[in-house]
């Protein structure tokens, strides 16, 4: 196949769903579910034909499998996912991974996301165990999200890097305990406001 070609193009993207969606049936999984798709590249390059590309994605898969996205914070055009075909697109706020990042690519990112309909993403990885300035990053993002209301109106998605959640969840340290407990009890909010999904036969 030549991948300069969209239709080789189009033609892989359908292989390879065919192919996740036919090992998944095999599976027969007694306790998943399988929700959706995730489109992996966090940029549009138009002058690569992404858009169309994107758009025959959603044309595949149609409405019975959810289409996401999770550009990065600058991402050029991320503010047309709905017209590339995306059910839900999440903002990376890319806040976390560098101490000196300052606090208006945070603001900035949830911001954008604000006024281009985008959900979020939660950010953090293993170094907030050992390293206070990740740790206060990791706050940061809870103040935050709260102050934009996230935490209550908007999906959430979540990067943790260097099994970050497992390491807090087993760390003795009160400080992360803490970090941990602050987080189990946004999720356990967030789960109890879930709208109730009645499965049709």
Do not use: C
């Amino acid at each position: 196949m030549d991948f300069n070609n969209m239709e080789d193009r189009v033609s892989a993207l359908y292989w390879y769903i065919d192919q996740v969606l036919k090992i998944w049936e095999e599976k027969k999984y007694k306790y998943l579910e399988l929700e959706g798709f995730y489109w992996t590249r966090e940029e549009v390059h138009l002058e690569d034909n992404d858009d169309e590309l994107m758009r025959q994605v959603k044309e595949k898969l149609g409405d019975k499998y959810e289409y996401s996205w999770i550009p990065y914070y600058g991402s050029a055009d991320a503010h047309d996912w709905k017209d590339f075909g995306f059910d839900i697109a999440y903002q990376q706020p890319n806040y976390f991974f560098e101490i000196s990042t300052p606090m208006e690519i945070l603001t900035g990112a949830i911001g954008y996301a604000g006024r281009h309909d985008l959900s979020l993403e939660m950010e953090f990885d293993s170094r907030l165990i050992t390293q206070k300035p990740f740790r206060d990053k990791y706050y940061e993002y809870i103040k935050e999200f709260r102050k934009d209301g996230a935490w209550d109106n908007k999906r959430i998605t979540y990067y943790e890097g260097g099994d970050g959640w497992y390491k807090m969840a087993i760390n003795d340290m009160p400080e992360v305990k803490e970090a941990h407990e602050t987080m189990v009890k946004i999720l356990v909010e967030r789960k109890k406001k879930l709208p109730v999904i009645i499965q049709k036969e």
